[in-house]
T-cell receptor, first 113, second 112 residues
Framework: AQSVTQLDSHVSVSEGTPVLLRCNYSSSYSPSLFWYVQHPNKGLQLLLKYTSAATLVKGINGFEAEFKKSETSFHLTKPSAHMSDAAEYFCVVSDLSTDKLIFGTGTRLQVFP | DAGVTQSPTHLIKTRGQQVTLRCSPKSGHDTVSWYQQALGQGPQFIFQYYEEEERQRGNFPDRFSGHQFPNYSSELNVNALLLGDSALYLC???????????FGSGTRLTVV
């Protein structure tokens, strides 16, 4: 069975400092991995996706993630946090046999001025 | 180009009642999935519709049912509502597995 584990439920950073949101995955075959962001009272927006092409994936709003098979990780990073980045972030794996998305429990990012 | 549209945005129902939520997929998308997001949790897969048939189903009771219409829009029905059904219900549409899913803003259901 496939799953994702988000290692931090909350992350706090100062504006202008780097962001690191950690995600480990479990999959019996090469997974499709995604990061979604959810702002308060909003739906989910796709930040980036990995589908077995380049291991370093660039997304929207300056975010990127690196797929590391040896570490079964797919951590999300951004060089410099902005106040508007404050939101809930979900690491997601796609179950290729059923085509459903399996979400992690989420990481709440707080950005302080 | 409109994305995924869900209606209504908010809904309050009484225990035991029935509710219908609606979703219009992104233009060109033929697959619709429904997710339940309880407060403070990640979304949980309910079911997926493709070509007007339920293709996959998550661990939800039969009180949860759905439908997909020829124009690819979809409905989620929940019967005999329980307090625990209170959640944000998200609809997601896609064209294929690789391109990923586009989510709507959701319907906030409160059962009292």
């Amino acid at each position: 069975a496939q799953s994702v584990t988000q290692l931090d439920s909350h992350v706090s950073v100062s504006e202008g400092t780097p962001v690191l949101l950690r995600c480990n995955y479990s999959s019996s075959y090469s997974p499709s991995l995604f990061w979604y962001v959810q702002h308060p009272n909003k739906g989910l927006q796709l930040l980036l996706k990995y589908t077995s092409a380049a291991t370093l994936v660039k997304g929207i709003n300056g975010f990127e993630a690196e797929f590391k098979k040896s570490e079964t990780s797919f951590h999300l990073t951004k060089p410099s946090a902005h106040m508007s980045d404050a939101a809930e972030y979900f690491c997601v794996v796609s179950d290729l046999s059923t085509d459903k998305l399996i979400f992690g429990t989420g990481t709440r990012l707080q950005v302080f001025p | 180009d409109a994305g995924v549209t869900q209606s209504p945005t908010h809904l309050i129902k009484t225990r035991g009642q029935q509710v219908t939520l609606r979703c219009s997929p992104k233009s060109g998308h033929d697959t619709v999935s429904w997710y339940q997001q309880a407060l403070g949790q990640g979304p949980q897969f309910i079911f997926q519709y493709y070509e007007e048939e339920e293709r996959q189903r998550g661990n939800f009771p039969d009180r949860f049912s759905g439908h997909q219409f020829p124009n690819y829009s979809s409905e989620l029905n929940v019967n005999a509502l329980l307090l625990g059904d209170s959640a944000l219900y998200l609809c997601a549409s896609s064209l294929d597995r690789v391109s990923g899913y586009t989510f709507g803003s959701g319907t906030r259901l409160t059962v009292v």
